[in-house]
């Protein structure tokens, strides 16, 4: 069995080895010129989300670790007012050359009443990740561990009020639960079902139950809710099932990324990380719930729906307008990486 792990392991490393290769291949540069609104962004506010998880970056292709390393060091010595400048001066814009569609949603940090002890006001449950959970492998589905899979195993961190609130902390990922004392706990990804990830939205759509100006995160909820007969059917449409654990974060910052590191409301999106190195900039031209969105973002996520090199996931941040933001996002656009030049070189050979 762990000859047969290790060499899944292997076969992993190179086809993600080889995807990168080939999304370099893929890539041609453009002028800084041709970035709608990068005249008008605030630099400073992407340098400074960028140097939080500079040292945490990884490349794609590998090969590029040496290039990022060097604009890394460079980064932690320059003043916000050079911002903009160094950027310039140490990355080259490069796009997709292939055009594949696009697509930006958002997603935000809910805040969600709960209790430690299960009772009949709060009697669905995030669960820690087992210890005997597979790291690759298909596990138990959201219907079968809904249906006690898990039960009695003591894995149960919080009681939520009711499975819509826990399924839309699953689609987030993190988020703050308050609990009847007071106090107010944070609670971040910690792993996965493995199980493929499937919209509700579509099912929705698909099946005429919602009609396609009506799909959005409060959409949805409000639905289901109002038809608590057929609610855990439609939630287990997604088999995808989140794992949590607590996390000791300032609630003035953002949580905990695939870095590692505090988001940054707005500064933050989750990528691809075999098509966009994580920890790298980018920039985002897309539309939002208050007009257009062109900002210089760093790629400091994933999602188990965010796949391909022109689909990102906007950190919003907490709180309702935040929610508000996230709920309605999802348009087309253009993501832009910004690599460094020696890098950009490589990929051009």
Not at 134 to 139: A, C, E, G, H, L
């Amino acid at each position: 069995m762990r000859r047969r792990g290790r060499s899944l392991l292997a076969a992993a490393t190179v086809a993600a080895g080889l995807a990168g290769a080939a999304a370099a291949h893929d890539m041609r540069t453009i002028g800084f010129g041709e970035l709608k609104g990068w005249m008008h962004d605030d630099h400073a506010a992407g340098l400074a989300t960028f140097l939080t998880s500079c040292d945490l970056l990884r490349p794609v292709p590998p090969e590029t670790a040496e290039d990022w390393q060097a604009v890394c060091a460079e980064a932690r010595g320059i003043e916000p007012e050079d911002a903009k400048a160094f950027f310039e001066r140490a990355f080259v814009p490069m796009v997709d050359g292939r055009r594949p569609e696009s697509l930006f949603t958002g997603y935000f940090e809910p805040e969600l009443e709960g209790a430690r002890e299960r009772s009949e006001s709060f009697a669905w449950p995030l669960y820690a990740l087992p210890e005997d959970a597979p790291k690759s492998d298909p596990w138990f589905t959201r219907a079968e561990i809904e249906a006690g899979a898990l039960a009695g195993r003591g894995l149960e961190l919080v009681w939520l009020r009711d499975p819509v609130a826990a399924f839309f902390l699953h689609v987030q990922g993190s988020g703050r639960v308050r609990l009847q004392n007071g106090h107010t706990i944070r609670l971040g990804y910690a792993g996965r079902n493995n199980q493929p990830y499937r919209s509700i939205g579509r099912y929705l759509l698909d099946n005429g139950l919602m009609k396609r100006g009506s799909i959005s995160a409060q959409g949805i909820a409000d639905w289901v809710k109002a038809d608590p007969d057929s609610r855990l059917k439609v939630l287990n449409e997604n088999p995808s099932f989140i794992f949590f654990q607590e996390r000791e974060i300032d609630p003035a910052f953002g949580p905990v990324g695939a870095l590692g590191v505090p988001l940054t409301p707005e500064r933050s999106v989750a990528v691809d990380p075999e098509r966009v190195a994580l920890g790298s900039p980018v920039w985002v031209e897309t539309a939002g719930r208050m007009g257009p969105i062109r900002k210089l973002m760093v790629a400091q996520d994933r999602g188990a729906a965010v796949t391909g090199a022109q689909r990102a996931d906007i950190f919003f941040g907490w709180g309702l307008d935040a929610f508000r933001s996230a709920s309605v996002q999802n348009s087309r656009g253009r993501l832009v990486r910004l690599v460094p030049r020696a890098a950009a070189a490589r990929l051009e050979r």
